[in-house]
């Protein structure tokens, strides 16, 4: 039976109180048993283990501002070659030529996608722009750097832990993993980025068109691995995305808006290298080859701090997101 909310709420409260009564019991015998969270493995991540992300990979898009005057900075992070290269060197040019300055977010589908990009579909693009085929949606395991695919055996053995069985076990794929900060599926010929929350990727109409990069959105929902192989992936959201995901949702098919005055203005779009140094977003992420990542990948996929009662035995690979921190002060 499907409680109520109003009855569903007591219930809950009523178990959180009965816990609270119990846990000193439970701690006093499970004191030589006590497991981190999986935020407390990250921070206590060597700073060596931590990747900082270039100014050059950064995208900074401001929108404009929110009901009470507050500013709303959105940073992206793009991938890294060889994945979906031809449309990043797209939207280099767009943010380097401003393209998006004046254009607006367009569609906010619940449990979806936002998007954005100049909802006339009439302003002329930069010269230059590359025409990416399909193919491109995947590579061949060849193209990847000899350290990233000697990397891959090592990854695998290192994130066993977090698999139930079999450690490249995925239902969309031949297998998944981390590949140097970034979720990849793969078979026995190609690999892919796949459609986690917060991914970027490009808009696009019927195949054969895969866009140029103009078009962008990023996922605010269940991930849509159905996406896989059939869109590019360019990047992910690592700061910022509440200003997008908490956006009105589309009233329009699809959840584009249907009125102009609807849309959310885009005020600019631009390579954080191209801003002075004092204002430019300063990251890293948690480098997935090091033996913190392991550990807190084994940690999200088998909770045992003290809220957890039954460990999962494994995750899906959208369910460990990387940790990205601001660059901590020298």
Known sequence: MILPARRFRPVLAAALLGAAFFAPAA???????????????????????WVTIAPEDMLVMELGPGAKGEPRRVVIQLMPPPFAQGWIGNIRKLAEAHWWNGTSVNRVQDNYVVQWGDATEKKPLPDGLETVPESAYTVVWEDLSPPLTNNISKAKASLYPWHAKDPWRD??????????????????????????YGMVGVGRNLSPDTGTGAELYTVIGQAPRHLDRNIALVGRVIEGMENLSSLPRGTGDLGFYENPEERTPIVSVRL??????????????????????????????NRRDPFFNVPAGGADICNIPVPIRKTPAQ
């Open 27 to 49: 701690v006093a015998q499970e004191e030589a048993k006590t497991y981190p969270s999986p935020g407390e493995i990250v921070a206590e991540a060597a700073p060596s283990e």
């Open 171 to 196: 239902a969309y794929s031949g297998g998944a993993d981390f590949v140097y900060g970034w979720p990849i599926a793969g078979n026995a010929e190609r690999a892919w980025p796949i459609h986690c």
């Open 272 to 301: 954080a290298s191209e801003l002075p140094e004092a204002e430019r977003p300063n990251f890293q992420y948690l480098s997935t080859e090091s033996a913190t990542f392991a550990r807190y990948a084994e940690a999200r996929a």
